[in-house]
């Protein structure tokens, strides 16, 4: 019975999933083709159609390059990698747009774990939640980036000083699509689950006290 709810819980993340990719590439399909009929019947202003238009092949073009990275199979190229480093990489790419926002990234290091994973997902594990922490917080801030290391398991705490979440969407936030931003696809926090999964991890995400929110990233040390 277990394995049978299993299953159908599957099936309907999949419809779900599939829904989703529809109707998103959808509506950018149905503007094109909108388009490509007024400058069909010769209507003036294409300059200001094409650039529309460009955006909106954009917005397919991200929503199926992560959905690429979503079917990805199991990760198949998992070596011996430390936190510290990975983090530290992930930190250095995201600086000049931190700074651009005058936001401050402090990373705070427990002891160093190793992890048997692949490298190129953790680190898009953390540039997926670092950049939303950025995304939160356009007139600046901190956010702090607080890793340890307790009985096996690598801990990585995403801190930042945004709004915070509104309760009632707390349950969808991992959902595909779920986004509510404007040039978001809704599709980062769905890929750091199944990234996670991949590697026998967890997310957490929880409210702060004061302000913001934090996203704790749990791993299997190696042994
Ligand atoms: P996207 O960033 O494209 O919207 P995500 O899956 O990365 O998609 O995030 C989904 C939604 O979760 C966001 O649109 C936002 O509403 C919420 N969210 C994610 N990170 C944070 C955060 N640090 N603080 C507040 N809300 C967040
Ligand atoms: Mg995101």
Redesign the pocket.
Known sequence: IEEMMFRSEKMSVAGQLAAGIAHEIRNPLTSLKGFLQLIQAGISRKEEYYKIMVEEIEKIETITSELLFISKPVAENKETETIHEMLQDVITLLYSQARLQNVQINFEKGQNSSLLCDRSQIKQLFI??I???L??MPNGGKIDIRQRQADGVCIVD?V?E????PDN?LEK??EPF????K??????????TQILEKHNGRLDILRNETI??T?SVFLPVMN
């Open positions: 997926n939640l950049k939303n922490a995304e939160e995403v930042d945004g709004p915070g979440i969407v936030l991992k779920f986004t509510t931003k040039e978001g696809t809704g599709l980062g926090l769905m890929i750091c913001g929110s996203f």
